[in-house]
T-cell receptor
């Protein structure tokens, strides 16, 4: 089992819809959880982080964390074509080392 | 302040040559990571430096790969006797470490390595 798992996609949604990206992790001691976005040919950039159970909202983005289920998700409301990218889930263990999933490719169709 | 910088941005080399890639982390960041990303693939962890602790080298794919870091500053990734399968973008990231949001990694622009 991989430490951090994501569906590779591609996930295709129409413009204006909600995109839901999911991630599971294996280490119950994980402390912090991050979502990065990577456009083709560019470096990953941080979208948001979460470390408490529940929801965290930032503009059109909502991160959801359920430590009991070892599950973290990212919702993108009112998806735009400019949101088309690969979304990387990353989990920090107790030692602070960040483990990345393989990423989910999102395509938002106009 | 300045972000993570990497040099060179592009490197073309011949099979069998050695290459050295450089990373300058954000000032004050104690943690530094190297990743490899092949075309269309995810991030592949290579090595992790945290302060003065022994580096986590568990991701290095072979003994042709090595990395050094001087204190909490510059790091160099060296690939000896390069092979065509080493062609990839090599990304460096740094973080301030300490748990929670401080584990946020900031990435450099990467070095695109092409081995002919």
């Amino acid at each position: 089992q991989k430490e951090v798992e994501q569906n590779s996609g591609p996930l295709s949604v129409p413009e204006g819809a909600i995109a839901s990206l999911n991630c599971t992790y294996s280490d119950r001691g994980s402390q912090s959880f991050f979502w990065y976005r990577q456009y083709s040919g560019k470096s990953p950039e941080l979208i948001m982080f979460i470390y408490s159970n529940g929801d965290k909202e930032d503009g059109r983005f909502t991160a959801q964390l359920n430590k009991a289920s070892q599950y973290v998700s990212l919702l993108i409301r009112d998806s735009q074509p400019s949101d088309s990218a690969t979304y990387l889930c990353a989990v920090a263990n107790q030692g602070g080392k960040l483990i990345f999933g393989q990423g989910t490719e999102l395509s938002v169709k106009p | 302040g300045a972000g993570v910088s990497q040099s060179p941005s592009n490197k073309v080399t011949e099979k069998g040559k050695d290459v050295e890639l450089r990373c300058d982390p954000i000032s004050g960041h104690t943690a530094l990571y190297w990743y490899r990303q092949r075309l269309g693939q995810g991030l592949e962890f290579l090595i992790y430096f945290q302060g003065n602790s022994a580096p986590d080298k568990s991701g290095l794919p072979s003994d042709r790969f090595s990395a050094e870091r001087t204190g909490e500053s510059v790091s160099t990734l060296t690939i000896q006797r390069t092979q065509q399968e080493d062609s990839a973008v090599y990304l460096c990231a740094s973080s301030s470490f300490g748990g929670g949001s401080t584990d946020t990694q900031y990435f450099g622009p990467g070095t695109r390595l092409t081995v002919l």
